[in-house]
């Protein structure tokens, strides 16, 4: 079965910095990668993906994402932090037609 | 942009009874999922629902427990029956739109609390 792990539960950060997010996965065959982001009391929002191509995806609100085969990773970054991207990230993982989420990690961005 | 909207959005219920919750898109979609989510987890999987068809179940999930209907293609109910305190979680709809490939978007959810 398709599996992502997210090894930080949480990503303390400063304004103005940028950010890490990581994801690591483990598929057979080729992956289908998903970042989503969930605000408090809202719903998930869809970020980005990676089926194939570039390995640096570009998704919403300034984030992209690198692919990296070797590693085994799909990490999140954006380059300068906002107080406005304290959220909680999820990775994925399509498994067959559903997504396959990891554990979730929780980033505070401070002033 | 296409819009998904849940009803309720949130509830309180008394243990032993049901509710049932409504997802609505506006535009045609190809797929249709349910989600939940319990306190301080991660998202799984409910089951998919078809339309005109009986819903596809993951493991740890029944149909009696959780009836889904999907009589259009774009609106899908989902019931918890029988409640417990540990049905307390926030359920999510999501679908993949008509045209579009592979990610999924979420609706924004109902909060169910179970006494």
């Known amino acids: 079965a398709q599996s992502v792990a997210q090894p930080e539960d949480q990503v303390n950060v400063a304004e103005g910095n940028p950010l890490t997010v990581k994801c690591t996965y483990s598929?057979?065959?080729?992956?289908?990668l998903f970042w989503y982001v969930q605000y408090p009391n809202r719903g998930l929002q869809f970020l980005l993906k990676?089926?194939?191509?570039?390995?640096l995806v570009k998704g919403s609100y300034g984030f992209e994402a690198e692919f990296n085969k070797s590693q085994t990773s799909f990490h999140l970054k954006k380059p300068s932090a906002l107080v406005s991207d304290s959220a909680l990230y999820f990775c994925?993982?399509?498994?067959?037609?559903?997504?396959?989420f990891g554990t979730g990690t929780r980033l505070l961005v401070s002033p | 942009s296409a819009v998904i909207s849940q009803k309720p959005s949130r509830d309180i219920c008394q243990r032993g009874t049901s509710l049932t919750i409504q997802c609505q898109v506006d535009?045609?979609?190809?797929?249709m999922f349910w989600y939940r989510q319990q306190p301080g987890q991660s998202l799984t999987l409910i089951a998919t629902?078809?339309?005109?068809?009986?819903?596809?179940?993951e493991s740890g999930f029944v149909i009696d427990k959780f009836p889904i209907s999907r009589p259009n293609l774009t609106f899908s109910t989902l019931t918890v029956s029988n409640m417990s305190p540990e049905d307390s979680s926030i359920y999510l709809c999501?679908?993949?739109?008509?045209?579009?490939?592979?990610?999924?978007?979420f609706g924004p959810g109902t909060r169910l609390t179970v006494l």
């Open positions: 999501s679908v993949v739109f008509r045209g579009g490939i592979d990610e999924q978007f």
């Open positions: 598929v057979s065959g080729n992956p289908y």
């Open positions: 990676y089926i194939t191509g570039d390995n």
């Open positions: 994925a993982v399509r498994d067959g037609r559903k997504l396959v």
């Open positions: 535009s045609q979609v190809t797929m």
């Open positions: 629902a078809n339309q005109g068809s009986e819903a596809t179940y």
